[in-house]
């Protein structure tokens, strides 16, 4: 059974079992288990129920495998001929979930 959920503003269709990397829930660690309720879509083909906005009573059951962060992103400011510029650094903080349940 696939489903379609959304979670910090990004929506990702899976199945169960399926590994995914989405932003850190603050508060929670490896092992803890995650709810998701705004499923927009569960089921495939002729069995599919589309939501409207969300199909009620479905959720996506996932456990946090690892929590970690990503790739550094440098950002780099620069005036021209004023001798000016800026360097920032960002690294994401990320967790890396296994879809375990998904329930219509």
Avoid: C, W
């Amino acid at each position: 059974m696939k489903a379609t959920f959304t979670t910090s503003g990004r929506q990702f269709t899976v199945k169960e079992g399926d590994i995914l990397i989405v932003n850190q829930y603050p508060g929670k660690s490896e092992g803890d288990t995650l709810t998701f309720n705004e499923v927009l879509l569960v089921g495939e083909g002729a069995n599919a129920k589309i939501g409207t906005p969300h199909v009620a009573g479905a959720k996506v059951t996932a456990k946090i495998l690892e929590n970690k962060r990503g790739e550094k992103i440098d950002i780099f400011k620069h005036r021209r001929r004023k001798g000016y510029y800026r360097r920032r650094g960002h690294r994401q903080e990320l967790s890396v979930i296994k879809v375990e349940k998904i329930s219509a």
